[in-house]
Every structure is written in structure tokens, then in C-alpha cells.
């Protein structure tokens, strides 16, 4: 390592090569799996194909990018495949039973998010509970009141939710543009405000945090209201799509949606993590789900894949961050 | 008989830690090893345990040649050391640990009975038979842990024990217990090597003392021809450098912060102190004596139990209820290990110097990089940080340039009054010299600056008046000109002998 001092714009040019860098092996990794089967499949390389991804992403993407941010701080949340579910279901009450707007009822299954993840994160810092704990706790009791807000029945909504879904721009639905707005918005504030600092600060050196004179916790809260909040609206997004709050919807979506995380390069150790690639984690995912079925994979077969694709990322990442150490 | 017999052992790391160090150690023999912080008896006794490999000199146990290479290797030879840490598993009984290692089995089965009953006759050689063997580790006060701490160590063939500070955690009728021990190991011609700065302990319990001081073997005496205050000169020696730095800064006068009987348990007992503008006042005192946890309570790191603190000369306490208050208020705190404390290593060091204050740096919430990087670059070059850049993440830095980096943050926030902690611990001599002339700036500035040392030398260089703690509570303030190295150190050992402390 040579102690020489430099000028400011070298060190501006080199972290923005490593940025590049960061992006490079996951975008790699994406464009050789598109290759791949549209090699395998001659139906795979049409604009259907990716019509069909964009529009089946975005309630993951979105419930994702909050993932990002909990897992920054050393956090994580279990519960927002649940919260998903009871967040449609009281936007289905307001809507089929108070006959409210589709604009309001979208409030409504925010707020409910945004309290059962305020929950999260009160009681987790509060009595110092592992969020593991606190959120495996709350995927029981959201699930739980999900079934007692729709008397256990898939509630019908039909016609009034479908906008989220219903295609607008090059056959976009509303809700990819959303989940794409978020996941700019997310990764700037992650980035270039306090609040982002502060939090990769909290994931790296709690303590050195609170020394340094930052009050941790009503951030580390903050972190898991953003995330119900965010599972809020990605539950209305799942709603939109099945026409229907389904008491049922999102079983085990937190595990696809921490993988998508995890994939993209985040650290479960926390005071890691990048929002574009939890983008590139979800895109991952979802065209293997796709490629897989186009060129005929069984399901468990597709499940077995996508379970060997989560640990290899894990185990490159883990080489590419121990290789841009060495380099410096 | 000679048991243990080391000659001319030193050790060098980037200086010389220990120098030509011989000493003998009889069998039944309890050997007190004592000097200040720093004087090399924990060096010492690790290369006698094999913990550290001495760069010279060589040892002798029992008439054959002895240098292990390894704990194991000594274990081995009954050569064993009760470390300060205990290594006990709290979640498995007393036999389990005691016996952890060779555990009875049979097919994999553990043999719960043979266990308890070797356990059993494992405690009654050191005539602890109070406990039951099933009990679990956990369940034991920190006195009991450290018998089951010793009795495992004397599994097997113990020909030698070690023991480093261990009545540091324990109460008065433990350390009769742990004392009654020792005498049961000296009948059975066990060796002792007793690490320990409480001169009546060693009083009690030794044959003989042996003085450290710099690495040097100063002195080694029989425990009854020596009294308490020999110990302490011959801990001390003549240092020549007793007067340090000559240019006193002049007193402003305004109080910057005032403590009145702050105090917390027994750690910290009803200290009061003010520190003027522009002063730099030492805090020296033992490991333990509780200036660390003072220092966390001003900055309220820990909650205070009773006393106040008072800034800028105010007649109305400040609420400083966290250390997000006492930065609010113009307090900052170099903490004492900066790595998991002070840093967040694997980021830049543009990151770790704005941390503190940084909305200096954005504007609504949203950071300003060039405001920032500008910013960052002026405090790399005021402090000397050498680095590649200020995006270098501050685990490749050196001790010292990690220093600066924490220092920097404090000067970024523009604090008042700065507690440093052991703000030179592993920092390097050129990078030392830095941090002083910083200090001296600060200073002139009209900081106040509260500083921990260990290194008696660094604050009768840097301090206008140098406060003692011992045992908890504040002792004495000398003022520049009025302290001697021993003056300093007897008042450091004062609240650890046996007559009342010197009253403040």
C-alpha cells in the first residue's frame, strides 16, 4: 500500500470504478442467464417474455428495496410476506365494504404496513429483542389478522384495484413504474443523504454510532416503518394483480424477497448494501423463474436451481469483496 | 529447590517490552510480580506459560531445559496460568468444565456419574468441596468461577500456576477463600507467580516480591524486609524528566466543565473536578481505578447515580442524559479502544471524520460530496492523516493515523470540552508527537481537554495539572511543578493500601 496523498478528483474517479465494478459481475451475471435461454428457448427473446417479468416483479421489488435498507442497519424482517396479506385485506374492507376510492384504500394498506413494521422495529429496540425474533412473531399475528379481516375467505374485489396492473406505458403497468421510482429514490437517499450515512453507519459499528453522538434508535425504527410501509403498497400491488385480497398471499415471500436482497451483494451482517443491486437480485430471480419454465423445468426442479443460484451468488460475492480489499 | 529459573529473557516487538530479565522460583514458593502499567509483568509471565515467545534468554524448569512452544506444550509440563478472562463455559456444569477435554465416556455416552465423582476429588485437593459438581457455571458468583477457574487448572500435573490480577473482580470473603487456596498449593509444593498491584494482598500472600519497571527487573525482595511504600519506589525509580513541558499555558479563568460528587456504584465514587478553558488536565491512575468509567459518565456513555455536571460556568446542571446530549452540548470523546468504539472501520475516512456534525455537510438532509470532501481534505492536512485518499477505508490506516481520524471528528464538530481516552495506546512515536502538538493547539484554542493516560511520562509532558484516581475516587490534583513521578504513582497506589486513602 503506498501512503502518497492524491487529489481529491482520483479519489472520486476510483470509488466510481468501483461502483461500476459492484454492478458489473451481477449485470454479467443477468445478461449471460438471458442468453442462455434464449439460446434454449426460441420463445424467450420476445417482448412478451419481459412484459411478463416487469409486470410480475414489482410487488417483490418493492417489498426488497425496504429489505435492503433493514439488512444495512443488521436487521431483518420476516414478517412482510404476512404484512403483505393484512394490508390487502384492510384495503379490501375499505374498498368492498366502506366502498372507498382505490386512492384511499392504497393509504390504508400503507399505514397498516408502515404500524406493523413501526412495531418491528419499537418493540426490537425497545427491549432489545433480535428483530428475528420480534418479526417471526409478527408474521404469526399479521397472518393471523389477515385471515380474521377477510373471515378467511379470498375477498373479491375485481374491477376498482386493477390500475396498479393494468397496462399503461409499452404495456408497463403503474406498478413497475412505481417499484422503479422507489428503487431510484431509495438507493439517493441511500447515497447522497444523512439518513443513508447514518444507516450503513448503525450496520457497520452500533456503538461507535451512539459514542459519536447519533441517536441509533428512532433511526433503526424508522428503517422497519419504511419497510412495512413499502410491504404495504406491494400488497396492494399483489392485490391488483389477483383482483382479489387473498388471505393467503405472500406465504414465504420474505424468502424470496431476502435472497433477491442477499443476491444483490447486501450484507446480513449489515453496513453493506446497494438498492440497484437488490434491482438486479430481484431481475435475477425472476428471469430464472421465467427461463426455467419457458424451457420446461419442473417446479421442484426450478426450485432446486434457484436455491443452488442464492448460495453460489453468496459465495462469489464473498470472493469479489475479499479481492477489492486485497486490491487497495 | 529451584522449580522454575529464567535467565536474561527478553522480548522486543517494535521496542523492547522486557530486557534481560533472570529470576528464580522455588517449589511451595509465592512469587509477587507487581510494577506500574506497562512494566512488562504480563509479558513475562505469558512467555513462562507459552503464550509469547521470548526473543532472548532461556528458561529452566526443574532442572531440565524449558521453552514451550505453545500453552498446550506447557500445560503439559504442569506449567499453568489463570488468565484474567475466564475461560469457563457458563452453560455447562462445574464437573464439565473442570474436566472439559477428558470428559469420561462411554460409546459417546457421557459417564454423568465417573464425571461428578472425578470432579468431585478434582475440588477436594483445593479443599473446595462447597460445591456440587452438577451446578452450572452460570449459576456461580465471579468468586466461585474463578476456584473452578484455578481448580482446572490444576487437572492433571500442576507444577506451577500463574495467577494475573485475580482478586480484581472479587469481594473481601472470596479473596480470604482464594487466599486459603493458595497456601493449600504451597504445601503441595506448587509455585506461584501472583500478578498484582494491591501491595497488602501481596503482603499477605507472598514469600517474596519481584519488581518490574520498563521491561527491567529492578529488584527482587523478601516479602517481610520490604514495607508497602519500598515497593512503590522501587516501582517508580528516579526519573530525571519529572518537570515535562515548560511552557504553561496562561489560566483563562472561566470554567469550562465542573463535576460536583459524580458517581456510579462502586466504579466511580463522588468525583469532583473543574477544568478551566484552554487546560489540559491528566487523569492517571491504575487499570481499574475507574477513570475510563468516569470519563463515560461526563459523556453519558453510562448512567450516572448521583452528582452533577455543570458546562461553560453555568449555576444549573447540564442535562446530559446520553452521549447525543453531551455532543449537543459541546462534549467529545475520544474513546479508549478506538476500533470498536470510536471507528467504523471498513468505511472511508471521509465517512468517519464528518459523523459527528455532519449536517455541516448537507443541506436539508441531502450531503453535499464536495462541501464534504472539501471539508474532510483541510482536517487530513491540518492532522497529517496519511492515506492514499480520504475515501481510504480507515482499517488500512496505521494506529496512529486512526487516531488522527477520530481526532478530526471532534475538531469537525468544533466541541469544547474533549475527553480523551488512552489517546495514544499503540500509536507510534512520530504520530504521538502529532497528537501532542494537536492537543497543544486545541488548547490554545480554548478547548478544554480531560485526558486518560496510562503513561506517566506522556502527562507530565502534555498536562497542566495532572488529577489521580484510585479505587474509584479522585485522590489528589497536582498542579504543573508539584508532581513527581512518585508523588503521582503513590497517590495512584493510595486507595489500594491498606491504611484509608489520602484524603483530596
Known sequence: MELTTSSPTQGRLSSMRGTLGNYAGLLAALVLMVLFFGWKSQYFFTANTFLTIANDIPAVLVTAVGMTYVLIIGGIDLSVGSVMALAAACAG???????????????????????AGFLNGAISVAWRIPSFIVTLGMLEMARGSAYIATNS?????????????????????PAFLIAILIVVAAQLVLTRTVYGRYLIGIGTNEEAMRLAGVDTRPLKISVFAVLGLLAGLAGMMQCSRLEAADPNAGIGAELVVIAAVVIGGTSLMGGRGSVINTFFGVLIISVLEAGLAQIGASEPTKRIITGAVIIVAVILDMYRERRTRRRE | MALLLGENLGKTYVTPVLRGVSFQLDQGEVL???????????????IVAGLVHPSEGTMTLAGKPFSPASRQEAEGLGVRMVLQELGLIPTLSVAENLLMGHIPSRAGFIRR???????????????????????????????????????RNLVGDCRLLILDEPTATLTSHEIDRLFEQIHALKARGVGIIYISHRLDEMQQVADRVMVLRDGNHIATRPMAEVSQNDIVRLMVGHDVNQEGNAQARPATGRTALELRGLGRGKVVQDVSLSLQEGEILGMAGLVGAGRTELLRLIFGADPKDRGEVYLDGSATPARIGSPMAAVRLGLGLVPEDRKSQGLLLPLAIRINVTLSNIRAVARKGWLKGSLERLQVNRLRDLFGVKCSSIEQPVNELSGGNQQKVVFARWLHRDCKVLLLDEPTRGVDVSARADIYQQMEQLASAGKAILMVSSDLRELIQVCDRIAVMSAGRLVQVFNRGEWTQQALLEAAFSGYLAAPPVAP
Open chain 1, 153 to 173: 375467505r379470498t375477498q373479491y374485489i375485481g374491477g376498482p384495484v386493477e390500475w396498479f396492473s393494468t397496462p399503461m406505458l409499452f404495456g408497463l403497468c
Open chain 2, 32 to 46: 509477587a510480580l507487581t510494577g506500574e502499567n506497562g512494566a512488562g509483568k504480563s509479558t513475562l509471565t505469558k
Open chain 1, 93 to 115: 374492507i375499505a374498498m368492498l365494504q366502506w366502498h372507498w376510492p382505490l386512492q384511499y384504500a392504497v393509504f390504508v394498506a400503507m399505514a397498516v404496513g408502515m404500524v
Open chain 2, 113 to 151: 456419574d465417573r464425571l461428578n465423582e472425578l470432579a468431585e476429588r478434582q475440588m477436594a485437593i483445593i479443599g473446595l468441596s462447597g460445591i456440587d459438581p452438577r451446578t452450572l457455571v452460570g449459576r456461580l458468583g465471579v468468586g466461585y468461577q474463578q476456584m473452578v477457574e484455578i481448580a
